[in-house]
């Protein structure tokens, strides 16, 4: 299976990855959010709380801009 690798400049939540650089700050992936994970800060999405994160991929899916995406899920080996 492929690996998505962690590449620089890019934000490792462990169960989330953000690029911030590709982030418009459109606000989608929050408002789709359904548990709120995620909120804007400075026109940036940020992670709120990524405990509350269930890997929906509900923003991964969403967001126009690739700039956030589900990470490893907990059955996935490490690279
Ligand atoms: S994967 Fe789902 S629960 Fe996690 S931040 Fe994205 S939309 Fe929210
Ligand atoms: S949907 Fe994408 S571009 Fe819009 S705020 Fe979320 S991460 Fe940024």
Known sequence: MEKKDVKAGEIDHGKLVIKPAWCKGC????????VKALALENDKVVV????KCTQCGMCE?????????????????KA
């Open 27 to 34: 606000g989608i992936c929050v408002a789709f959010c359904p």
């Open 48 to 51: 709120a709380d990524i405990d």
């Open 61 to 77: 899916l969403r967001c126009p801009d690739f700039a956030i995406y589900v990470g490893r899920r907990k059955n996935e080996k």
